[in-house]
C-alpha cells in the first residue's frame, strides 16, 4: 500500500494528457497500466471471493506451490515482455481516462481487498486458495507477493512511459 501511495504520488506531477499518452513504441499509457494492474488485482479478488464462497475443501500450501509463487517472481523482474492474459489485456482496457477515478478504483479495490483479508481466518493465508492465470495455485500469500511484484514491475513500465510523455 506504501509503494502505491508512492507510485500515485508521483502521478500527480503530470497532466492528463502526459497519463493518457501512449509510448512511441505503441504500448500502454501510465493510466492503462493502472487499469491493468486493478484488473488483475480486482479480478483476482474476485476469484478468490467466488471460490471460498462454494466452501470448497482447501489443500494446504506445499512446496509446489511456494515454487510456483518464486517462479513468478522471478519472472516478473525479468526485462521480458509477457502478453497479459484476455481478461488484463488490451482489450480490456480504456483508451482513455482520468487520473482522479482511476486512482479513486485502485484505492477502493486495495480498500476490498484489505477488508476481505481482515475478515479470513488465519489459516487461509497458508492453503491453496488462489489461481494465477500462467503460474497456477498457490497461497494467499503469493497471491500477495505477486500483486507486489506486479505493481513493481509495471510502476517501472509508468515512469518510463511517463518520462516519454513529458519529453
Known sequence: DEELK???QSCEAYTEEQLNQRPADGGWSALQV?????LAEGGSLGYVRKKLGSKPELNRAGPGAFFRSAM???FLTLPKKYKAPKVVGDDMLPERSAFSDTQAEWLKVRQDLRDFLAALPDDHFHMEIYKHPRAGRMSLLGMMRFFRTHQQRHAGQIERTLAEASK
Open 34 to 38: 493502472m487499469h491493468h494492474l486493478i
Open 6 to 8: 508512492q507510485l500515485l
Open 72 to 74: 513468478l517472481k522471478v
